[in-house]
């Protein structure tokens, strides 16, 4: 049976694409109240930080915090690894459920099923939940956010 607290890949939608958070942009408090809920929903989950101590790795650009990337794991028996990823940023001034918070969703939902199909509690893979706080294109060459860091960096190291 599922974690009732978990939302609906509904509720998540709304709640991402609702006006008020004012397109999710990087550095807005939009952006920071998404953040906030992801965070909670990822230990509802099952999820354990995937960073050092904590859900978010801040990513710094030169001098600047350009965003947090999110992630959580489950780990499993073997070292083995799926990793399921979005971004969860928007353009600022454009509601609606656009390819991030319906991404984002999706990924919610998933790892939702996936908890329910694993019924003995303890997947052969590890799972990890990560998202992104900007579109990939516009942050690959920055080398520290998106799929890129985590292919790299991350998995081999916090599978084990």
């Known amino acids: 049976m599922t974690n009732p607290g978990i939302p609906s890949i509904e509720e998540s939608c709304r709640f991402l694409s609702d006006p008020r ?80 918070a319906a991404a984002v969703s999706i990924l919610i939902e998933t790892f939702r099923r996936m908890e329910v199909w694993d019924h003995n509690g303890s997947s052969s893979w590890t799972e990890i939940f990560c998202v992104f706080p900007k579109h990939s294109l516009q942050v690959l060459l920055v080398r520290k956010v998106g799929p890129l860091i985590c292919a790299r960096k991350i998995v081999p190291t916090r599978a084990r």
């Open 21 to 100: 958070l004012d397109g999710r942009a990087p550095g807005t408090e939009g952006h920071e109240e998404a953040r906030r809920y992801l965070e909670m929903i990822l230990p509802q989950l099952g999820f354990e930080p995937l960073f050092p101590e904590s859900w978010g790795q801040p990513i710094i650009d030169g001098q600047n915090r350009i965003g947090t990337n999110l992630g959580g794991i489950r780990r499993g028996k073997s070292s083995r690894c799926i990793l399921l990823g979005a971004h969860y940023d928007h353009l600022i001034g454009i509601p609606g459920a656009d390819d991030n």
